[in-house]
């Protein structure tokens, strides 16, 4: 199989492997034409999926007519298939699927496997190889299990072992790295669910045999698929090299993140050999020691694990120690130690000084904020930094919190004072304040709701929102509509990533290039 991308340039032997999942087959022969437009190597042509299927005539339209190298699976509703009928009849039409010239069959470890191999006599093609496979819907077993699993699936006669588990967590994967970085025979490892999405992608570092990437978003074979458009465009999965350098953002949610489209496109831009991913974290602790090898290298923190993200590193810089939070987080490469570091504030108080600096023409040498008050919504880790940024500018600072013994808390290491959240709306003791939110109130999916009451806003003359996931919140919106200045959480997120660039590259930040794809992934 020619294994050459449009460029030539191909630094694994990965495929990524389309499921072609239709009612028809003319409907299949479509879906494989737009696989391959797509740029995938191989199509898996889930027969079950076909009305009337008639094993003859319709494997022969879609081996024969197929623009990519085929892999024939019928799987059964007892291994999380379609088909629900007589096994002699699914194990005889993928004999006639090896013998009309298919790449690839799966066959199931579960029932059939030996049954299969006995079933065919040692007919089977030169050309054509035999998948063995395993599902597990519930979990992912102990290294051992995998292991055990996999010899068994190698007594079978598999030509290509094939193991897909489930996440439970995050750290699922590692199990499955370790499984097939080892294996001296092709192996398909991969963990379903959206804990499981990196085993996917770093099936290329750890050479599985194929990964499969979906037509459209969506529409998937199995839970967490990403599409092959995402492997190839967001995270160039052929240029995935063994020793390239896992970097990603720890958080929960995470699957509004643009990070992996800014950083993947800033890293492939300067030629660095990094990778970055959506990392779904349930334990920051366990994420930690699971993946604990010099190649994870580098992290961003974002809502709920900024607090534990400073617990599990070896050095913390003074000012996320003083906020007790961080945002980004570096494996030195001599030792290994874990740096971290805050550089919310300096993302979100620069932008902030931005706008009132262009509205208020103070000398350069004295910040904007000096003097003025700096209301902060929210006591966590992207609140801690805020009131810490404009306390060290000189702005008074109020801290606003649903807990009101978290906004105490926080008040008294700035020297500020602390009201309830519920009491914000009718507190203005002064015309013009500062405005920050750093609460979650108003992210996707819940857009419509907002943390402040509008008729509140037109005592502030400048509103700011962390959030960044919609552009333009409800609160942004309305303070807008109230006459205040506003400043998008996206201006926070550029500055620091520029920062964070630098800080996971050593290299300087293409700060045109990550403007431009924040601008396109709004």
Known sequence: MDLQ??????????????????????????????????????????????KN?????????????CPLPTLITYRPKWEGGQYDGDEDKRQKALQIAMELG????DIELKKVAQEFYN????????????????????????????????????????????????????????????????????????????????????????????????????????PGQ??????????????????????GVIGNPIGHSKSPHLYNAAFKSVGFNGIYLPLLVDS?????????????????????????????CDEVDPIAKEIGAISCMIRRPGDGKLEGYNVDYLGAIAAIEEALGASNGAPASVSP????????????????????????KGARVVVANRTYGKAKALAGKVGGQAIPLAKLKDFHPEEGMILANTTSVGMKPRI???????????????????????KLTTLLREAQEAGSTIVYGTEMFINQAFVQFERFTGLPAPKQLIRDVLARNA
């Not at 439970?168 to 790295?177: G, Q, V």
């Not at 990403?226 to 970097?247: C, G, M, Q, S």
Request: with cysteine; aromatic share 8%.
């Open 369 to 392: 904020l000096a003097g003025k008050l700096f209301v902060v919504m929210g006591a966590g880790g992207a609140g801690k930094a805020l009131a810490y940024g404009a306390h060290k």
């Open 102 to 105: 298919a790449d690839f069959i």
């Open 448 to 470: 419509e709701d907002t943390p402040l009451a509008k008729e509140a806003l037109k005592h502030y003359a400048l509103v700011f929102d962390a959030i960044y996931t919609p």
């Open 284 to 312: 920051v602790a366990n994420y930690i020691s699971a993946y604990s090898s010099p190649d994870f290298a580098g992290y961003s923190y974002t809502i709920p694990h900024k607090e534990d993200g400073l617990k599990c």
């Open 5 to 50: 991308s449009a460029d030539g340039v191909r630094r694994n032997s990965t495929l990524i492997c389309a499921p072609i999942m239709a009612e028809s087959v003319d409907q299949m022969l479509v879906q494989m034409k737009r696989a391959k437009e797509l740029g995938a190597d191989l199509a898996e042509v889930r027969v079950d999926f076909l």
């Open 119 to 222: 079933f065919i006599q040692g007919k089977k093609p030169e050309k054509v190889k035999i998948i063995v496979s395993s599902h597990n819907y519930e979990c992912t077993p102990s290294i051992e299990e995998i292991g055990d699993l996999v010899a068994r699936i190698q007594a079978a006669g598999a030509d290509i072992v094939k193991v897909a588990t489930t996440a439970i967590d995050i750290t699922d994967n590692a199990r499955m790295f370790h499984i097939i970085v080892n294996l001296q025979v092709p192996m398909i490892g991969l963990v379903m669910g959206e804990r499981g999405l990196m085993s996917r992608v770093l099936a290329a570092k750890y050479g599985g045999f194929l990964t499969f990437g979906s037509i459209e978003a969506g529409v998937v074979s199995a």
């Open 226 to 247: 990403p599409t092959v458009k995402d492997l190839l465009e967001l995270y160039n999965l052929r240029e995935i090299e063994a020793d390239i350098k896992v970097h």
């Open 53 to 65: 299927f008639s094993p003859r005539n319709d494997l022969e339209a879609l081996i024969k007519q």
